[in-house]
């Protein structure tokens, strides 16, 4: 049994050598395989790579070849761009002294030419002095005798050919305008009756006058405070007037005094309610004039404090024209007109309406009317072009189409017959400040205001004043009357310049 154990063991270490060394065997045939297969692959790499460096080389220098003939293909072109710069060079310069050469003729030409004309001038000079010489007179002596005869033999030439074209102009304008304006004054052919605010009120009885006076004069002063009028009761009978400035109190007392006499019971507390009531009522009437006004033109958008201003003047009057009517007629032919014209309605119309919307508060407002009306008109965020019909209408040249349009339907309105009436006071100061600017003038000898001051006849002197002259003074006595006198309409200048000539026979 040992022995058998003996035996297993033994081979099973023969067994277990024997393995180490056929694994051996195999593995270093394993990598004596690697080694040869590794060696290969170096040596076909080597092969590649002498491939790769020759096709290399072969590219660079065909790179290089390249290079040459484009780099000797530019230097043949620069080398002619080079002559080629050369040669223009070498004609610029040719042409630069070309041209020195003629600039030098020409300085040298105009040096010649000075000459020659400080020669003539010299000559000239010595002619003069001779000629002076000769005639007696000097230069400025010889000018104004030459003047003075030109002007004699050509002025009445002169006067007669501008007398011609003025005229000629005039009738042509004039019968422009008349085809233009007749259409409009026939479509705006509206009332122009004048509507004055009465400032008196009529009495059942004299007995009246006693009730509104009161007991120590109370009752009439109680209605003086409270409208800030003036009540004034004389002897004319079953009548008493109203005086004040403001032409809305005057409506206010006469409205109140009105329902006073009617109720029959005057004392302070029923005056100061009858007043109240017709403050009320006058505001609505106001309002109501002023909205009425509006639809009679087409006007919308307007402020309502704006449209009680413009009511307030249902109760005001210049030279007896009622101004409400009068700016509804002007609105009406502003827009007639800027249709006619191709200006725009718009602004023509609402410039005519409010033209004189300063007139509404001008006796509570300190300053005249125009600038008045243009500062309420800006107030209430109306535009220039509408403001500024406040100021146009009353300047000589208007800045815009519109307002010229303006202030001729203004012109229009007031100058119809019967419009606008003056007091015997006004017409004749009008008549003496008429005849005063004329007779102002150098050589006017006598001034007659006629036609009711449509027109004014002037004298002159003779002696002092010739026709051409006169033609001139007429223009110039007509436009300092425009500039300094107010008044409706136009006013004819007619000037006169009559020569006498008396001798005696003996």
Request: glycine content about 6%; proline content about 2%.
């Amino acid at each position: 049994m040992e022995i058998l154990l003996i035996t297993l063991l033994a081979g099973l270490i023969i067994g277990i050598f024997a393995g180490y060394l056929l694994r051996r065997l195999v593995a270093r045939k394993s990598v004596e395989s690697a080694e040869a297969r590794a060696e290969k692959i170096l040596a076909e790499a080597k092969i590649k790579q002498q491939e790769i460096l020759l096709q290399g080389k072969d590219r660079a220098l065909k790179i290089i070849e390249d290079g040459k003939r484009e780099e000797e293909s530019r230097r043949k072109e620069l080398l002619y761009t080079q002559k080629r710069l050369e040669n223009r060079e070498a004609l610029f310069d040719q042409k630069f002294l070309e041209f020195q050469e003629k600039q030098q003729k020409l300085y040298d030409k105009v040096e010649q030419v000075e000459k020659i004309k400080e020669e003539v001038h010299k000559i000239r000079d010595q002619e003069m002095e001779k000629l002076q010489k000769i005639a007696g007179l000097s230069l400025d002596g010889a000018r104004q005798e030459l003047l003075g005869l030109v002007e004699k033999s050509a002025g009445e030439e002169l006067m007669s050919r501008l007398r011609k074209m003025e005229q000629t102009t005039s009738e042509e304008l004039e019968e422009k305008a008349r085809g233009l304006l007749t259409p409009v004054i026939q479509r705006i052919a509206s009332s122009h009756a004048a509507e004055t605010t009465t400032s008196s009120v009529s009495l059942p009885s004299d007995e009246m006058k006693g009730r509104i006076i009161g007991k120590e004069g109370r009752n009439i002063k109680v209605i003086e405070q409270l409208t800030g009028t003036e009540i004034i009761v004389d002897e004319t009978p079953q009548m008493i007037t109203i005086s004040g400035f403001s032409p809305i109190r005057r409506q206010i007392a006469k409205r109140a005094l009105e329902k006073l006499i009617q109720d029959g019971r005057i004392h302070p507390g029923r005056i100061e309610e009858a007043i109240d009531e017709s403050k009320r009522e006058l505001a609505l009437d106001i309002k109501k004039a002023g909205e009425d006004a509006l639809y009679q033109v087409g006007v919308t958008g307007i402020d309502p404090k704006l449209v009680q201003i413009l009511g307030r003047l249902k109760y005001r009057t210049s030279y007896g024209q009622h101004i409400l009517q009068h700016s509804i007629e002007v609105a009406n032919l502003s827009a007639v007109l800027a249709e006619e014209l191709g200006a725009n309605v718009s602004i023509a119309k609402q410039g005519g309406l409010f033209h004189d919307i300063g007139k509404a508060v001008d006796h509570d407002v300190q300053g005249n009317h125009t600038d008045i009306g243009y500062n309420i008109m800006k107030k209430f965020g109306m535009s220039e072009e509408i403001a500024y019909a406040c100021i146009g209408h009353h300047e000589d040249k208007p800045k815009t189409i519109e307002a010229v349009i303006n202030k001729v339907a203004d012109a229009i309105s007031g100058a119809r017959p019967g419009a606008r009436k003056d007091t015997y006071e006004q017409y004749v100061k009008r008549l003496e400040e008429l005849e005063k600017i004329a007779a102002s003038f150098p050589g006017v000898e006598k001034v007659y205001a006629i036609q009711a001051g449509r027109e004014v006849r002037i004298f002159v002197r003779p002696q002092e004043i010739d026709d051409y002259a006169a033609f001139q003074l007429a223009k110039e006595i007509a436009k300092k009357i425009e500039s300094e006198l107010n008044y409706p309409g136009e006013i004819k200048v007619t000037l006169i310049r009559e020569t006498r000539v008396i001798e005696y026979a003996r």
